[in-house]
């Protein structure tokens, strides 16, 4: 089973950047697929962004699309995302998550086995 620690996040000014990162340990924490998500309070989970397992394919929700960047380091089992132009509409509480979804289902937070800690992201002047 694999174990996902975050680090990172804070507060920012609109416009500023941030960036969180997740750090997988345990038994084959290569060969999942990792996403984020994140929860504003009062609303559901949203996919934010996934790469898969080789780090070639990443994908993007529309609304973080240009903005957000997906990375992963196999060498060191961590995944970090970079966040810039931010808004005050992308604060939220950033969760990562590693499974095995198919590409119709990776979206779904229901595909992921594992979740981080979450870490809170503020957008705010």
């Known amino acids: 089973q694999v174990q996902l620690v975050q680090s990172g996040g804070g507060s920012v000014e609109p416009g500023g950047s941030l960036s969180v990162s997740c750090v997988a340990s345990?038994?084959?924490?290569?060969?999942?697929?990792m996403a984020w998500f994140r929860q504003a309070p009062g609303k559901e989970r949203e996919f934010v962004a996934a790469?898969?397992?080789?780090?070639?394919?990443?994908f993007y929700s529309s609304s973080v699309k240009g903005r957000f960047t997906i990375s992963r380091d196999n060498a060191r089992n961590t995944v970090a995302l970079e966040m810039t132009s931010l808004k005050p509409e992308d604060t939220a509480v950033y969760s990562c998550?590693?499974?095995?979804?198919?590409?119709?289902?990776?979206?779904?937070?229901?595909?992921?086995?594992?979740w981080g800690q979450g870490t809170q992201v503020t957008v705010s002047s």
């Open positions: 998550g590693a499974g095995r979804p198919v590409l119709s289902a990776i979206t779904s937070a229901d595909m992921y086995y594992t």
């Open positions: 345990g038994a084959s924490a290569r060969s999942y697929t």
């Open positions: 790469i898969r397992q080789s780090g070639s394919n990443t």
